[in-house]
């Protein structure tokens, strides 16, 4: 299990850590116009980009790793695109919990650590490689932020 700690009150830069504490990347959202971002781990770093309304690209080195997609406007659901693999994130209702799923079985969540809480716990199996939890982290950071502008903006 990981957690994802931020580093500041205001901002969306979160430090990903393991159970010990023990840190082992950043997980950050840009501000500014477009939503992007870039995951670090290790001496790896990840850049996430949207190009206009279509999926985002998850990339290192100019190489594809992921493909974020967002099927429909209406819904606080993503697909990820991984290793060969299609991922699922979908939030609750009422919740800023998301749950992960793969070819229709539930394998995780996502979770606030409590209500007003800055700390993520991300209950996926340790068998998922870490960039995956790292994507997925980011996902719901994202997420996250979009409800957070809402509401200051209600």
Request: charged share 20%; net charge positive; with cysteine.
């Amino acid at each position: 299990m990981l957690t994802a700690v931020s580093d500041s009150f205001f901002g969306y830069d979160y430090i990903l850590c393991n159970e010990a504490g023990a840190a082992l990347g950043r997980v950050k959202i840009n501000w500014g116009w477009g939503e992007s971002g870039t995951i670090t781990l290790g001496g790896d770093t990840l850049e996430i980009k949207r190009d206009g309304l279509g999926p985002w690209q998850v990339r290192t080195g100019g190489k594809a790793v992921a493909t974020i997609i967002k099927p429909s406007a209406f819904s606080r659901s993503f697909k990820i695109i991984f290793g060969g693999a299609q991922y699922g994130l979908e939030g609750r209702f009422w919740s800023s919990t998301f749950d992960c799923h793969v070819n229709s079985r539930h394998i995780g969540s996502l979770e606030r650590y409590g209500l007003f809480s800055r700390k993520m716990i991300v209950n996926l199996p340790d068998e998922l490689p870490l960039t995956f939890q790292a994507i997925a982290v980011w996902v719901v950071l994202l997420m996250w932020r979009r409800a957070a502008a809402a509401a200051a903006a209600s």
